[in-house]
Nanobody
Framework: VQLQAYGGGLVQAGGSLRLSCAAS????????MGWFRQAPGKEREFVSA????????YYADSVKGRFTISRDKVKNTVYMQMKSLKPEDTAVYYC???????????????WGQGTEVTVSS
């Protein structure tokens, strides 16, 4: 499975961005999909995930109520709508696909290349 993440950019605090992750080369509908992020000097952390069916979503406490993950099985794409962005959301965001656990990175087998989000204060 190949994953291509895009949609990052520079935005002011309080603004919005939508990240997309296009999947190819595999059965997209079989995979749980997740977003992780890594800020400079910090470890990669879980942000959000959606199960293969789209029936359940998971969020880190730090983004609950501000970020929304969704998936389009026709377009083989997962999205993450980010609102009310804060400077602490600044990071490289990675999408991932996996078959098991959904809130930890070891549950994912395939990773995209990352898209950078910078939130200015």
């Amino acid at each position: 499975v190949q994953l291509q993440a895009y949609g990052g950019g520079l935005v002011q605090a309080g603004g919005s961005l939508r990240l997309s992750c296009a999947a190819s080369g595999g059965t997209f509908s079989s995979y749980n999909m997740g977003w992780f992020r890594q800020a400079p000097g910090k470890e990669r952390e879980f942000v959000s995930a959606i199960t293969w069916s789209g029936g359940r979503t998971y969020y880190a406490d730090s983004v609950k109520g501000r970020f929304t993950i969704s998936r389009d099985k026709v377009k083989n794409t997962v999205y993450m709508q980010m609102k009310s962005l804060k400077p602490e959301d600044t990071a490289v965001y990675y999408c991932a696909a996996g078959l098991t656990l959904v809130v930890v990175s070891r549950g994912y087998d395939y990773w995209g290349q990352g898209t950078e989000v910078t939130v200015s204060s």
